[in-house]
């Protein structure tokens, strides 16, 4: 039960609503009232009546938990987590939601059986994603509340998200790249750099600069799909082990055979979501996380810093 303040007096009822209830999305607050779970003063409204102010407000919406993935138990190393939040360190290897081909075994899953009640939150609480062969960190919610909370901050660029990435060149600076990014026209599972696309910006400065490659620090402005693997490869620096944006393994021309060994059977790109800062969604408090390099990584830049020596 709620009441409307005298403020609200004029706007739409959807609108009014929304205001009183800012931890529920407006997509979900609509669909409530169109299937009559909000009653005003004893009656239902619909969105676009206006309204007076003073009114009292009921709702009788349940949230729905979500059967259709599966709880399943999965090996996931947990870096905190409260009554709002789980952040967490994902391997490689782990795909994040549920897709064709892949109904199990996936981050949703593993999710799922860590907090049953996940099942109440929108894709599980899972805020953002990361590809399946990137490692790092993500941030779960685990409310309703948290995960409208963290998709606005999110939406509002507040939550700062920095990678390390390997790059198959020797960049000379750090920059900027604002190039839209959408679907590929023909290959339809990948994204490219399409001036009808989405706006995307990804800024990048340079870490470690090694004989044949770079070791770059990244920071998303925005978060489109393959965002840093399409914009690097796209401005001629292609993540090392990208097969699908950086064509098959290169070993340049004089490098030693244990370099080439490992360029060879690097298995994935090389992307590491390294840190993560937030606003936590209930007490405004600024949090931040550090994850390290995964052993497969370390290893490629010994490999590349001895090549450099």
């Not at 009292?56 to 409260?82: I, M, N, S």
Request: proline content about 5%; glycine content about 8%.
């Amino acid at each position: 039960m709620l009441k409307l303040p005298a403020q609200a007096a004029g706007l739409r009822f959807d609108k009014a609503l929304a205001r009183e209830l800012p931890q529920y999305s407006r997509a979900r607050l609509a669909a409530w009232i169109d299937a009559g779970a909000v009653e005003v003063d004893g009656r239902p409204l619909r969105g676009k009546d206006r309204v007076l102010g003073g009114e009292q407000v009921r709702v009788y919406a349940q949230l729905p938990g979500d059967t259709r993935v599966r709880a399943e138990r999965l090996p996931l190393e947990v870096l905190f987590k409260d009554r709002a939040l789980i952040v967490i360190n994902k391997p490689a290897g782990l795909v994040v939601h549920p897709g064709a081909g892949n109904a199990r075994h996936t981050l949703q899953n593993a999710l799922l059986a860590l907090d049953p009640r996940l099942a109440q939150v929108p894709r599980a609480g899972l805020v953002h994603r990361l590809d399946k062969d990137t490692t790092g960190l993500m941030v779960v919610a685990r409310t309703v509340e948290s995960h409208t909370a963290l998709v606005a901050a999110l939406g509002a660029r507040a939550i700062r998200r920095e990678y390390l990435a390997v790059c198959v060149g020797a960049l000379t600076a750090g920059g900027t790249i604002d190039k839209p990014i959408g679907r590929h026209r023909v290959q339809r599972t990948r994204m490219a750099v399409r001036e009808d696309g989405r706006r995307a910006v990804t800024h990048y400065r340079i870490e470690r600069r090694f004989r044949y490659h770079t070791l770059v620090r990244v920071r998303l402005e925005t978060g489109r799909t393959h965002q840093i693997r399409v914009h690097l490869a796209h401005f001629g620096f292609p993540l090392l082990g990208d097969r699908v944006y950086g064509g098959a393994a290169r070993v340049p021309r004089g490098a030693s055979a244990a370099l080439a060994e490992e360029l060879r059977t690097f298995p994935r790109q090389a992307l590491h979501a390294a840190e993560l800062g937030l606003a936590h969604p209930l007490t405004g408090r600024e949090l931040e996380w550090k994850a390290p390099l995964p052993e497969e990584m370390r290893r490629l830049l010994e490999a590349l810093e001895a090549e450099s020596a």
